[in-house]
């Protein structure tokens, strides 16, 4: 592969007698990891970790040996795991070293979710996470990212982040993974190499200033932002971090690394950081720094609501027959039901007046767990409580399906059960939910949401077997 000269002295610059080992290790395959949802392997236990290497930083990620069609893994598509670039699973470490208590988080730049889902399964119970997305399409891409992995505490939303200033003071946590030049996808990305120029630099390095300052007023003084990149120059990294620092009012917080992991420091003196190099770790490259904001005050967990932002919830009462939301889920004093547009949401009531609240000035998308919708009257159960962890396994006849007939579920097309009771039925593959149908006896009715179908007509000819 080609690279800009430009481009190698600024790796020379930075690595000396490395750049050699640097430049080779971008030639070499790249590896392929995943990282195992921890909710949902609780519950429905897979044999795996016996035959894949653990990735050091993390408690649930693996390497695998061949990267598979993960397109056609069932397990794939009901949020069981996520293919995860290895270096990003670091924030896992961040969190669970710097965060003991509940917390309310902001993932502003999401999409398409892998840092997003690492984040909440790693914050302390009971936190939220708001995961934001200011492009529509890629915000859609985040919302199934985040409905598959099942955690009802999460918000999804689409915003540019300075709307976000009109929560001055709201969040504990903020994660910026910053929109960057790309350096550390050269191995698995031409076309960052393409785009990559000493000018598209410059220009990330403003735009990142410009995201942070949008955003910083609504990180609550004493809270922790992680910014990262996925770059290695110096502009969009230390200086930048330094530029926090100086100019927002901020320190450097260290997180312990362990020398075996590869993991580089800063290349100046005053930063504290964590850089990922391919040459050093197995991964791609990163960026990792965090700074907590300046106040003689510091504290976690939510802001009080005052009576001026406390909002009434129309709670929508249980209902009977058929459309007993309460069966539905295993813990459902724990929530609180409201219906919008003929949807019944299911709110984690620890949460639902922030819901409210960000509702009035934000864009949201998903939050919570979409029960179902009425359509006349009939209710339809949404994909959403499939693939919740909340679900009660008794809310609905289950069906074991085969491998081919999950394949044809998740193109949505027609299948046959046999022997399965009318009406709905929850299939499961491997034990693990992946979706609703309607029965009707001699056919299946797909609820299977159109958009995520799978559109290819092609089967590999290896079964992919990620999970034994």
């Known amino acids: 592969m080609q690279f800009p000269a430009d481009f190698i002295s600024s790796i020379q610059s930075l690595l000396c007698e490395e750049t050699e080992a640097f430049l080779s290790s971008l030639s070499e395959e790249t590896p392929v990891s995943i990282r ?18 653990k990735v050091k930083w993390s408690d649930v990620g693996y390497y695998l040996q061949n990267r598979p069609s993960f397109t056609f893994d069932p397990l794939f598509h009901a949020g069981y795991y996520y293919v995860q670039e290895a270096a990003s699973m670091f924030v896992e470490q961040v969190v669970k070293q710097l965060i003991e208590e509940p917390v309310c988080a902001l993932d502003l730049c999401a999409a398409p979710g892998g840092k997003s889902v690492t ?41 540019a982040p300075k709307d ?6 709201f969040f504990d946590v903020v994660l910026v993974d910053a929109p960057c030049s790309g350096e550390g996808m050269f191995r698995k990305d031409e076309v960052a190499v393409q785009e990559w120029s000493l000018a598209n630099v410059q220009m990330c390095t403003v735009r990142q200033r410009e995201i942070l300052h949008d955003v910083w007023a609504t990180l609550k003084p004493g809270g922790l932002l992680i910014y990262s990149t996925c770059t290695y120059n110096l502009a969009e990294n230390e200086e930048n971090a ?15 690394i362990e020398k075996g ?26 960026f990792v720094t965090v700074l907590r904001k300046n106040d003689n005050t510091r504290h976690c967990g939510f802001v009080p609501q005052s009576p ?30 409201i219906e919008e547009n003929n949807c019944i949401i299911a709110l984690p009531k620890d ?17 919570g767990i979409e029960i179902g919708k009425r359509k006349g009257k009939d209710f339809i159960p949404s994909h959403s409580l499939a693939m919740s962890i909340e679900l009660c396994s008794d809310a609905f006849p289950q069906c074991e399906i085969s491998y081919e ?14 022997n399965a009771p009318k009406d709905f039925v929850l299939l499961t593959f491997k034990n693990e939910p992946i979706g609703f149908v309607k029965n009707l006896g001699n056919r299946a009715n797909n609820l299977y949401p159109q958009e995520w179908r799978i559109r290819s007509g092609y089967l590999p000819e290896n079964i992919p077997n990620v999970m034994c």
């Open 36 to 53: 195992i949802n921890p909710l949902k392997n609780k519950r429905n236990p897979l044999d795996f970790s016996s035959k894949n290497e």
């Open 351 to 367: 949460h639902s007046e922030t819901f409210l609240l960000l509702r009035e000035r934000l864009k949201i998308i998903t939050a």
């Open 308 to 337: 001026q932002t406390t909002r009434r919830l129309r709670v929508k009462p249980a209902m009977t027959h058929h459309e007993n939301l309460c069966s539905f889920l295993k813990n459902p004093e724990n929530f609180n039901f």
């Open 242 to 256: 330094c530029w926090i620092s100086h100019e927002l009012g901020a320190e450097f917080v260290s997180v312990k």
């Open 119 to 159: 984040l909440l399964s790693a914050l302390p119970e009971g936190s939220l996470l708001v995961s934001n997305e200011i492009i529509r399409q890629r915000a859609n891409v985040l919302a199934e990212t985040m409905t598959k992995f099942g955690n009802a505490n999460a918000i999804v939303t689409n915003n």
């Open 164 to 169: 976000f200033a009109n929560f001055p003071h």
């Open 405 to 418: 007939q999950a394949i044809a579920y998740l193109r949505k097309e027609t299948i046959v059960l046999e």
């Open 261 to 286: 992991w590869g993991i580089s420091s800063a290349f100046n003196d005053e930063t504290i950081c964590c850089r990922f190099f391919p040459h050093k770790t197995k991964g791609e490259g990163l």
